[in-house]
């Protein structure tokens, strides 16, 4: 078809015309890249000390643009692509890409198709159908170009003068003080527990965890510092525990066998008593036995070596056991006391048994051939075995320590310190202790054992203040000495924490918290504690700050443990104890009104009973529920 | 071998023939213009369903003159018209037509035999009003007629006048009582058209001609074969490769199983069928005629896709429940194809 002529010599005109400007941006993508190159060539240059010449960057440079050109050139452009140019130059209608298409054909609109478009590309150059564009490689060659010019200017360094600066430690956040309260009155208990039973390590203990909440409080170290401190001090706290646990159970093996002989059963039941005494006693009773009757004394000793052996067995087992359960679920806490001194510690736990079995027999032996070292040896044994009287108290204790630890890096972890449901948190808290007036009233129903509280309101606030103040003042030079304490026996933590005070430190240390604590509460009108009756778990009817459903728990009053301890203690021991069911049907009971009474949506009520669910009471170890 | 010179006629004649086209359809649509205020658009498309030769469902509140624009475009193409108000207890046969017994003969010797009655069905432009009133059964019986343009009652096949064109509505609010017209129905439709209310210049426009003392009368402008003439040259207008390529595509875009469009993908349950595309191209064909083009463009196939498309793109419960609407799917459809594969 002749018409078709003009419309082809138009669309080539197109082709060459696009054919040119693609070079062009190939040209353009390629210089961008090479001067990217050379930018990036140049700093890294510059930092290693040396320069780069200019031959090497320009034949770069040449060589990428001619690449980009060609590459981009040759490419296949088809005539349709074409159409598309000439026909947004006219009208936008297709008349060029379809008479391209459809030239071929005899049908007559086909050709007057074909006779249409060729007398509207007459109209149109090729010039006018394509446009100069800017390429699209031009932004990133300026940016290639900005960034070459900056690092041809900057100063070649040598190597001796890049210091390694370390980057500044980032400060802590300081938190509220009453944001900490329930883990300082955990640090205070522990401490207040080394004291009563004379352990040094749980002393260290509280001191240490102390000092970390106050540091983060006043945010002299970061959430992340805190984290690691806590781990180390959750890992401390656990291996204590189960070394205390270890010397318990060996006690308690001991003990049974010097019951089982009629001279030294004063002895055992001297071992019995947890008041610092027992060793004194001990020594007195078993010197007394080897003195009166040496033959039944060697018999004793050596079925308390024999128990103390079969506990040292059991125990060596059960660590075993342990310390794979916990290479299992805990890879990543490899700290730097990990890997040496825990199993040290362990291993300094053993020995320790070790060389009690070891002196135990020797005083058997000794017993029972008459040796007249019968009597000394048999003193000694009192004394060693005294020595470990109380350390099932410690070993709770630490437990519990090394919970409260690790709730706590829980929290820190999870960001609840510093997020939006904190408050919520402190309140569930705060009501899960009974502690729902404003501060000052009604102190005295709080039922926390054995501690002075005034049950008056307001009584406080004026009594408060001047006794605190004034154990503060007066106990301040212990608290100081203990903190300048060096490196003692029990400084094993090494690795980030700092060095330990000796063990009479560390209890003047403990000592020290407890009355500061004391004080900080007598100065803060108290904290709620008393000697009266446990109160509502969730306040009384109307005080509590609740969005929702106002509800009361069904409490039976009394003297016990209060409610976030039964339940914490739950954790520990399992679900069988009679109290924990108790508290829960409480609970549940007060669930269920609140759920009857309100309009909590079908998908939440299910939440909330699955939940209780999960929690409630199972038969214990015994088989046996107890409901 | 034709001679040039045939050519170059052959050519004229072309040229001729659609921009006697053009002038046919403005000619047309202005003198529906003359009573119908505004709806330009609806019109223009009933038109072009129209000479493609298929079948238009309106959908609209009651009142926005529906029925008026049917019973002007008889009157303006000189076309019999007839309407059928559809109600639930409407029946097949009075839409049809039946059988009736008829004496015959002179007295003494009368025969009776079957006649068939025609109904109401056996007009040029049939007005199906509220066709989603009635139920599927007589919504069905107009299948045959819309699809091959005849009627069969009994063992009888009678054929229908062309050209047949059926314009049905619907009202999208009172749904109640109604019966929703079945895939198969509204797959015969080639187009969905939306009639909105008048805007107010428009709105003062019909106060003014329906409340004066003189009504215009319409004149018909063109004949039944001139519209058959146009049917014709609507068939013969080409169509290049790559347009048709774009709605092909635009038909397997609406397909789920195949479409990458997240929407498509998301909420349709059934794309189109190969009648939206020969609905779309038709569309494109004559939107290209009435603008004196001798071919369609990628712009006509876009600007025709959603009246062609609607119906025919069945959204999923995911869809229902989140009130997208089958408009809302072909534009995705529509902005996320390149016109050039």
């Known amino acids: 078809m002749p018409e078709v002529g003009p419309l082809l010599a138009l669309l080539r005109g197109i082709r060459r015309r696009l054919r040119l400007w693609v070079a062009l941006e190939g040209a353009v993508a390629g210089a961008a890249v090479a001067v990217i190159l050379i930018a990036a060539a140049m700093v890294a240059a510059h930092a290693a000390g040396q320069t780069i010449g200019v031959r090497g960057p320009v034949a770069l440079l040449t060589a990428a643009v001619a690449l980009g050109a060609l590459i981009r050139g040759v490419r296949r452009i088809s005539l349709a692509s074409c159409a598309r140019f000439a026909d947004a130059a006219l009208d936008g209608q297709d008349r060029v890409l379809s008479a391209l298409f459809l030239r071929d054909q005899e049908t007559p609109l086909a050709r007057a198709l074909v006779i249409d478009a060729a007398a509207r590309a007459r109209t149109l150059a090729p010039g006018g159908a394509v446009a100069p564009r800017r390429p699209k490689g031009l932004p990133a060659l300026t940016i290639g170009v900005i960034v070459l010019a900056a690092a041809a200017i900057v100063p070649v360094r040598a190597r001796e003068a890049r210091a390694l600066i370390a980057p500044p430690r980032a400060p802590g956040i300081p938190l509220p003080t009453s944001i900490l309260d329930v883990e300082r009155d955990e640090a205070r208990r522990a401490a207040a527990a080394a004291v009563a039973l004379g352990d040094e390590r749980l002393a260290q203990l509280a001191v240490e965890l102390d000092g970390t909440l106050r540091r983060l409080a006043a945010g002299k170290i970061s959430d992340g510092d805190a984290l690691e401190q806590l781990a180390a001090l959750q890992r401390r706290a656990a291996e204590a525990a189960q070394e205390a646990a270890r010397e318990a159970q060996a006690l308690a093996a001991a003990q049974k066998a010097l019951a089982a002989e009629a001279a030294t059963r004063g002895a055992s039941e001297a071992l019995s008593n947890e008041d610092g005494d027992a060793g004194s006693r001990a020594r007195a009773a078993l010197g007394a036995a080897a003195g009166e009757n040496p033959k039944e004394t060697a018999r004793a000793l050596s079925a308390a070596a024999n128990g103390v052996s079969s506990a040292l067995g059991e125990s060596s087992q059960g660590d075993r056991d342990g310390n794979g359960q916990r290479r299992l679920s805990r890879p990543d806490e490899k700290g730097a006391d990990d890997g040496a001194a825990g199993p040290k510690r362990e291993n300094d736990g053993e020995r320790k048994l070790e060389r009690l079995q070891r002196d135990l027999g020797d005083a058997s032996n000794a017993c029972s051939a008459g040796d007249p070292s019968c009597r000394s040896k048999a003193e000694k044994s009192g004394d060693d075995l005294g020595r470990m009287a109380g350390r099932q108290a410690s070993s709770e204790s630490l437990r519990r320590l090394e919970r409260a630890v690790r709730q706590m890096r829980e929290r820190l972890g999870r960001g609840e310190m510093r997020g939006g449901d904190q408050s919520a948190m402190r309140g569930f808290e705060r009501s899960a202790h009974g502690d729902n007036g404003p501060p000052g009233q009604g102190k005295g129903q709080q039922g926390q054992q054995g501690q002075q509280g005034d049950s008056q309101q307001g009584d406080g606030v004026a009594g408060g203040e001047g006794s605190g103040e004034a154990i503060a003042d007066a106990n301040s030079q212990d608290g100081k000495s203990g903190k300048d304490g060096k490196s003692g026996k029990d400084g094993k933590g090494g690795g980030k924490q700092p060095g330990k005070g000796d063990g009479a430190e560390a209890l003047g240390e403990a000592i020290a918290l407890i009355q500061e604590r004391e004080a900080e509460e007598s100065r803060s009108t108290g904290n709620g504690q008393g000697n009266g009756a446990g109160g509502p778990p969730l306040g009384q009817r109307g005080d509590m700050q609740s969005r929702g459903h106002e509800t009361e728990a069904r409490v039976t009053s009394g003297a016990g443990p209060n409610r976030a301890e039964v339940i914490g203690g739950a954790a520990d021991r399992g679900f069988a104890q009679r109290g924990y069911a108790r508290v829960f049907s409480d609970y549940q009971a007060a669930v269920e009104d609140a759920l009857a009474a309100s309009a909590v949506p079908e998908g939440r009520r299910y939440v909330v009973r699955r939940y209780f669910d999960l929690i409630r009471p199972r038969p214990g170890r015994t088989g046996k529920a107890q409901r | ?341």
């Open chain 2, 1 to 341: 071998m034709t001679a040039p010179a045939d050519r170059a006629a052959t050519d004229d004649i072309a040229a001729a023939a659609v921009a006697g086209f053009r002038a046919d359809v403005d000619r047309l649509l202005a003198e529906v213009a003359r009573r119908i205020v505004g709806q330009r658009d609806v019109a223009g498309a009933v038109t072009s369903a129209l000479l493609a030769g298929g079948h238009v469902l309106l959908e609209g509140v009651p009142g926005l003159g529906k029925t008026l624009l049917v019973r002007t475009l008889a009157e303006a193409l000189d076309l019999s018209f007839s309407r059928i108000q559809f109600t639930p207890d409407l029946m097949p046969a009075d839409v049809l037509g039946t059988n009736l017994i008829v004496e015959a003969g002179a007295p003494g010797e009368m025969s009776r035999r079957f006649e068939f009655q025609r109904g109401p069905i056996f007009a040029h432009v049939l007005l199906a009003d509220e066709i989603n009133r009635a139920t599927p059964k007589t919504q069905s019986a107009l299948l045959e007629a819309m699809q091959e343009q005849s009627v069969t009652v009994g063992k009888q096949t009678y054929p229908l006048p062309p050209p047949f064109f059926v314009l049905a509505t619907q009202n999208p609010i009172e749904m109640e009582g109604t019966y929703p017209l079945p895939e198969a129905q509204l797959d015969r439709f080639t187009f969905k058209l939306r009639v909105e209310p008048p805007a107010r210049e428009e709105l003062h426009g019909i106060l003014d001609r329906t409340t004066g003392s003189e009504e215009p009368a319409i004149r018909p402008v063109l004949g039944r074969d001139r519209l058959l003439e146009m049917r014709a040259l609507v068939r013969q207008v080409p169509v290049a490769r790559p347009v048709q390529d774009y709605a092909v595509r635009l038909i397997e875009a609406t397909q789920p199983t195949r479409s990458a469009v997240a929407e498509v993908k998301r909420f349709v349950r059934y794309g189109s069928s190969p009648r939206g595309a020969q609905a779309v191209i038709l569309a494109a064909k004559i939107e290209a005629l009435r603008d004196g083009r001798f071919a369609p463009s990628f712009a006509d196939v876009r600007r025709v896709a959603l009246p062609a498309l609607r119906h025919r793109v069945l959204l999923n419960f995911d869809g229902e429940a989140e009130g997208v609407t089958a408009d809302v799917v072909v534009g995705a459809v529509l902005a996320g194809l390149p016109e050039m594969a």
